[in-house]
């Protein structure tokens, strides 16, 4: 697991016993917000390909365009890391995506596909494809992302609650389909947090509008994994140092 406001790979065992702590990034972060808040590398996505798990950082202020390649064994222990720099791959995207918030990264197929929040003034929510093989040269050549990776950038609309619109969290590959994450915040910046109105878990299928089902949560979920079957767990994020995140646990 990461945080977005840490710098480690945290490692647990399937009883939640934590079995490792790796930096991914030199240094440290302040303790306390605000400070630590602006200097965080806001890590929000993972993807898992051939052996090695992507970490994206969020590219919505301009430090946080870093990521990191983690190489695990057979067994899915951590083995090393390198960074890469996505600062490139972000710049292109920024000149027509305002508000750049990347939250969830899936793999399928021959792309690599990264979803964007959109909870910013512009509310601009999609998903940005990208070419797997040119990714991954990039990777083997320099650790850093081209924006020649770029394929296309398409629109998703979730709809809103209380007339606060619902933006992308996280996403994940289940059985051939994409299952997304969306919430509502009541804000207008991909940086300041707002109050949580609501969140939905999202299906989308080719050639038709995304299948919502409301989530009856407490507070906003911004990671999600399936394990067996059609089982899924949701991770929480408070925006409070103060409180501890959560996990449900959930099926479709």
């Known amino acids: 697991m990461v945080a977005d406001d840490d710098l480690h790979l945290w490692v ?10 790796h930096p991914l990034l ?6 306390c917000n605000p400070e630590r ?10 993807a898992y390909h051939s ?26 222990a951590y083995v090393s890391h ?18 750049l918030n990347i939250e969830g990264a899936v793999i399928s197929e021959d792309e690599l596909i990264l979803f964007q929040r959109g909870n910013g003034e512009s509310c601009l929510s999609g998903l940005v ?9 990039d990777m083997e050549k320099s650790h850093a992302i081209s924006f020649a990776a770029f394929k296309r950038f398409e629109l998703i609309t979730v709809g809103a609650v209380n007339d606060v619109p619902y933006s992308l969290t996280d996403a994940v590959l289940h059985r ?14 991909v940086v300041d947090d707002g109050k949580f109105m609501g969140a939905v878990l999202g299906k989308i299928t080719s050639g038709a509008d995304p299948q919502l089902t409301v989530l009856d949560m407490p507070s906003k979920p911004e990671g999600i994994c ?3 079957e059609d089982h899924f767990l949701l991770v929480t994020d408070d925006d409070d140092e103060t409180r501890y995140s959560c996990v449900y646990a959930g099926s479709i």
């Open 37 to 46: 808040k602006a200097a965080k590398p806001d890590f929000e996505a993972m």
């Open 51 to 76: 052996g090695y798990l992507w970490i994206f950082s969020s590219g919505s202020k301009k430090h946080r365009i870093s990521g990191a390649s983690v190489l695990l064994d057979g067994s899915g």
């Open 12 to 21: 647990y065992d399937r009883n939640w016993n934590n079995v490792g702590i």
């Open 129 to 137: 494809y990208l070419d797997l093989e040119t990714f991954c040269q």
């Open 26 to 31: 030199p240094g440290t972060l302040p303790p």
């Open 82 to 99: 390198a960074p890469f720099d996505l600062k490139n791959l972000y710049g292109g995207l920024s000149k027509f995506i305002p508000e």
């Open 176 to 189: 051939g389909n994409l299952y997304f994450l969306a919430v509502a915040e009541a804000t207008v910046s």
């Open 226 to 228: 399936f394990t067996a």
